[in-house]
């Protein structure tokens, strides 16, 4: 993932792997994020002029789907769920602790069902999932990114 401008000419490539279709403007969107780890506005211009969209078009798919970042993420992810059965469970408090705990270089995302109800709530960090997280599970989860940098 980049913080970076994205180059136009990876853009471009990707675009050329779907045919240039309009239609395939999620998947396009999808591989994007996946190379560049966000969509930056000056992507959406480039999609709409090669995919001959219009802004709004592409922005209106950008904005629909919650893992279609418009700004650079950090370093890791870390994901809380706020379905029924995790804020039943301490997701909001959680959340709420998690905004303060969390520093440079993480990005922390509201998501809704992890799949992991029976051992809510649940957080996600870097694609893998956890159950049962309160405070001083979800400092230690962040403890353990630390290792990794």
């Not at 804020?87 to 998501?111: H, I, P």
Request: aromatic fraction near 6%; charge should be negative; glycine fraction near 8%.
């Amino acid at each position: 993932m980049s913080t970076n401008a994205i180059d136009r000419s990876s853009v471009s490539i990707i675009v050329d792997d779907y045919d240039r279709k309009p239609e395939m403007l999620v998947q396009i969107l999808q591989s994007i994020v996946q190379a560049h780890g966000w969509v930056s506005e000056d992507v959406i211009r480039q999609l709409a002029g090669e995919l001959n969209l219009s802004r709004a078009d592409v922005h209106g798919v950008v904005e629909y789907y919650h893992d279609f970042r418009t700004a650079a993420p950090g370093k890791h992810i870390v994901k809380v769920c706020q379905a029924e059965a995790c804020q039943a469970m301490g997701s909001r408090e959680l959340t709420a602790y998690a905004k303060q705990a969390v520093g440079d270089g993480v990005t922390l995302e509201d998501v809704y069902c992890l799949g992991n109800c029976a051992c809510a709530p649940a957080v996600m960090v870097d694609g893998r999932t956890y159950g049962r997280v309160d405070s001083a599970r979800f400092d230690a989860l962040l403890g353990a990114l630390e290792g990794r940098d």
